[in-house]
């Protein structure tokens, strides 16, 4: 059970981590995700970086959708900005791979803007739609600007380089992937202490009532974007980093309902969610490999119906989710520790 | 400028414009009833095109037992579907009831590949071919007969809407759900049947878009094609659907054939945003009044 946490100041209140056992498990965390590149083998490393970069993008979507209510299935195409950006600095200006990353968040910020404009005008599921038509737009661009984009043949990115050191490996990489995205989380839970932040969750909450209260609309929901898909910028720019060519098929709107998705099953509206979402959502369908490949000697066509069977799994998470735990993965651990709070007591 | 070559691809653009107006229905349906949009509709579409060629092809049932038959499948998924997935998800968030109809479009895009794999197929030709003239442009029969028939099935909305009871009820659910409730109507029966109705004729729409263009798991892209239409006609409204998708099937052909067929979706999709721009709710559709 949880006692003696009484607090004295606001600061206290406000505070991320305000109990002891959270930093101890923060600690453990820490050093899991720094022996963890010790201990995985390659394929595994590879999914540790997959999910690193998902998670950071995630999480910007959930700075969108979770705390400011505004519902995109863009992100897929602001990654790709970010992709094609860092392409561009890498192979033209050759720049350094941490600025490269930046400038990627940056410009794909400026498209998050633009194509935020309508918000204020177009309001939930019809911004929804919009973000779609945005994306298709941006996928059009990508595939006939050919002289920046490479067209449909898309463009290789050469190995990012740092302090001298070649970054080409999962294991080399995952010591640049995972520090930038635990920055980016860590971020995106101080936001939501300052104005900004809860200005965001005001205009989630009701926009007319948050307007009223003195919150300029339009600022906040361009800042908003602008935040989100800087997010997916370097999510991005990881991204082209790590599988090392871009193309136009490399970012298709299914993955714009995968990061929506992601962040429901997560949990919108909270910082665990979407790391709980992205990680859960990438490995399952990894893991229904492992089991296709169980199952091989007894049915022989397991491996072809792999494919079709992760899309109708996909599906059917999200809606056995929503259906059934809408609050998502965050409120299964919640639950878990509150058990932990009360125990001995029931909860 | 070849004006006779302007004009067939009009009349091309216009037969598919009917065919996208009938499954944008779709959508207005589910939208008036239930205030859902249904992302799986172009799945349902597609279900429908895999289930008339399963039962002419497959069980070698006649043309005209296979049609009625694939419908029906149709409407009888869209009574699965909303009783075990909608009616549960009522009071909910728009949002979270949007993506279980993503997921829906997931799940049955699996199972039809699972089912009948992933390579593109043909219906079985039920229309013939011999080409339709008006004065002298040329139209291909299956789009001519998809046109009649997509109006037909538009024009028998409308009545329904206007005149029959269930028509009215729906309108009336429409409007105000409590209202609709207080006056005796049976709103969650009205539920089942906006969803039973909208997927028989997504589904029978899907026969139609197959046997013009073949059958394949990816051919619920139309759907997305139907959602443009029905955001720019406006979510709730018959004439939005119907307009909106003569419009759109008009500026695809004139962009697909004059610009090329990659600024086909471009053109359709910067539409939507300029008239987002202009008309938040649509050409057509009710302005939601927005109070403290």
Partial sequence: MRIATAKETYIADEGLLTTRTQRAWMIVLALVLVLAPFVLNAYWLYLACLVAINVASAT???????????????????????????AFLDGHLGTPFLLNIFAAGLVAAAVGVLVGVPSLRVKGLYLAIATIAASF???????????????????????????????????????VIVPITALMVLAAANLFRTRIGRAFIAIRDRDISAEVLGIPLLQYKLMSFALSSFYAGVAGGMWAYFFRVVTPESFPFATSIFFLAAVIVGGLGTILGPILGAAFMTLVPELLKYVVEWLGPVFPNAGAALSPVRTIVFGALIIFFLVFEPQGLAEIVRRIRRFFHLWPFKT | MDWLFFAEVTLAGLGSGALLALTALAFVLIYKATRVINLAVGEILMLGGYLFFAFSAGFGLPVWAAIPLAIAGGGVVGAMVERALIRPMLGEAPISVFMVTVGLGSVLMGAVELVWNTDPRALPDFMGATPVFIGEAYVSRKIAIGF??????????????????????????????????????????????????????????????????GISPTMGVFGLSALVVVIIGGLDSVLGALVGGLLIGLVEAWAGTFLGGEFKLVTTFSLLIAALMIRPYGLFGTVEIERL
């Fill in chain 1, 137 to 175: 737009i941006l996928h059009f661009v990508f595939t006939n600007w050919v002289s920046v984009t490479g067209g449909m043949s898309g463009v290789n990115v050469a190995p990012a380089r740092l302090f001298g050191i070649e970054l080409a490996s999962p294991f080399a990489l995952y010591f």
């Fill in chain 1, 60 to 86: 910007g979507l959930n700075i969108l959708t979770g705390y400011t209510g505004l519902v995109s299935l863009g992100q897929a195409a602001f990654m790709a900005v970010g992709a094609y950006a860092v």
């Fill in chain 2, 148 to 213: 009649a028939v997509a109006g037909v099935v538009i024009a028998l909305f409308l009545l329904l809407f206007r005149f029959w009871r269930g028509g009215v009820a729906l309108r009336a659910t429409a409007s105000d759900q409590a209202a609709a409730y207080s006056c005796g109507i049976n709103v969650p029966g009205v539920f089942s049947l906006a969803w039973i109705v909208a997927c028989a004729t997504a589904a029978g729409a899907g026969i139609l878009v197959g046997a013009i263009g």
